[in-house]
């Protein structure tokens, strides 16, 4: 079965410093990706996604993803963690040949001041 | 002007009882889903309807069942709560299939 592994449920970085969420799936096939973001008591908002071309993937807030076949990865970085960032972060696969989106647990991330 | 608007945004009742949760989307979507979300934050789909027709039904207890009177709306009917139900549940849209999800606020279940 499809799945999605993110590494550290919870991820601590002080402001300014590179945020880096680690996000692996499992598929012989290339699936479309996704990064949400919840802040609290709020819905899953879109923070980039990655379907075909381009493997360096932009997203709002300052936030990119890498695609990389080799590691079925699609690590989310930020190079300067802002206060404003604290939140859960979910990858999402959408596997080849489906159309079901399949969640990862999450990564809680915490910004110190 | 929200896009995908659900209420009530807090629904606490007590076991056996039968409540629903109505949800709306102005974006013109063809596509909406129920989203249940643990206390872990596990996020898992429950149903999809794509143009009023159920497309994704996960191995969600009968006692759930959605209703699509139009394509901007989905409803979420519970029979007979249990306290395994109390959740936060999500409504979503989306334009199609594989496209990103615009998700509502959420309705947090307390089941007593």
């Known amino acids: ?113 | 002007d929200t896009a995908v608007s659900q209420t009530p945004k807090y629904l606490v009742t007590q076991m056996g009882n039968d409540k629903s949760i109505k949800c709306e989307q102005n974006l013109g979507h063809d596509t909406m889903y129920w989203y249940k979300q643990d206390s872990k934050k596990f996020l898992k789909i429950m149903f999809s309807y794509n143009n009023k027709e159920l497309i994704i039904n996960e191995t969600v207890p009968n006692r759930f069942s959605p209703k699509s009177p139009d394509k901007a709306h989905l409803n979420l009917h519970i029979n007979s709560l249990e306290l395994g139900d109390s959740a936060v549940y999500f409504c979503a849209s989306s334009q199609g299939l594989d496209s990103p999800l615009h998700f509502g606020n959420g309705t947090r279940l307390t089941v007593t």
């Not at chain 1, 799945?3 to 601590?12: A, D, F, I, P, Y």
């Not at chain 1, 890498?66 to 989310?76: N, P, W, Y």
Request: charged letters at 15%.
């Open chain 1, 1 to 113: 079965a499809q799945s999605v592994t993110q590494l550290g449920s919870h991820v601590s970085v002080s402001e300014g410093a590179l945020v880096l969420l680690r996000c692996n799936y499992s598929s012989s096939v290339p699936p479309y990706l996704f990064w949400y973001v919840q802040y609290p008591n709020q819905g899953l908002q879109l923070l980039l996604k990655y379907t075909t071309g381009a493997t360096l993937v932009k997203g709002i807030n300052g936030f990119e993803a890498e695609f990389k076949k080799s590691e079925t990865s699609f690590h989310l970085t930020k190079p300067s963690a802002h206060m404003s960032d604290a939140a859960e972060y979910f990858c999402a696969v959408i596997p080849s040949g489906t159309y079901k989106y399949i969640f990862g647990t999450g990564t809680r991330l915490k910004v110190l001041a």
